[in-house]
């Protein structure tokens, strides 16, 4: 099945805006340095919930959004033998390479693309089971095929073209464990500062949703923002804390 994408330009939120913005809004514009609230805890939610709004939404709508898509840009195919066994051995080799969690969703949509370093050059994704049997299909039998086993991503190759490289973009669980991957090729560490990939409609939707289920009982705390401090006799109830 065919997947629609939405192609326009917009500027994204960064994980310390989304997260500072929800700390800001749960203080009530007030500075505390007694809050029970911190942004490592707000960040975590934000992901969580980034992930509850792509699976509503991609397989509610049928929908994906580019702006919710990493490139990983160039990836080092390191070859094993098809065993994968430190005792045993199969004879045959194959490569191979870690990909990181995507999110869960049906079908394998996550993965948007597997190809060559050209980007465009696809290689098509079969399940473990079959690949075996579609290299005998009369027209797509000859074609270069990915598949899953766990965390890594196996590469066939009939061509015999060694193929060392390739390129793969997906919708990722953690975008911050996804380096950034700029036009001319190279890679930086991502910053809590870079655009974190989502588009701007989530941002209401995931605000409102931090607020309403998970600030519910922390909100209910005490917060002294007049003076900074805690009151010696005020009463805590450390079951609603966030830690």
Known sequence: MSRLFFFYICTMATLNELSYNILNIARGGLSSDD???????IKFW??????FFIKKTIIGEDVIDPQLVQDLGCLHLEEVDKADCP??????????????????????????????????????????DVVSFKVHQRFTGNMRRAYFIGEYLYVTDPFNEDICYINVRGIFDDPT???V??????????????????PESYTAQITAAIMQRELQM???????ETNDSREPNSKIDDTQAVE
């Open 181 to 198: 991957t700029h036009q001319d090729g190279t890679t930086d560490c991502y910053k809590d500062d870079d655009n974190y990939p989502m």
């Open 35 to 41: 809050d029970r609230l911190n942004t490592r805890q």
């Open 87 to 128: 005792t045993a051995f199969w004879g045959t080799n194959i490569k191979r390479v870690k990909i990181p969690k995507l999110v869960d969703l049906p079908n394998g949509i996550g993965l948007v693309f597997i190809g060559l370093l050209d980007k465009i050059t696809p290689i098509i994704l079969n399940d473990p």
């Open 218 to 224: 922390t909100l209910g705390s005490t917060n002294d």
């Open 177 to 179: 464990a996804i380096n």
């Open 46 to 51: 934000v992901k969580y919930y980034r992930a």
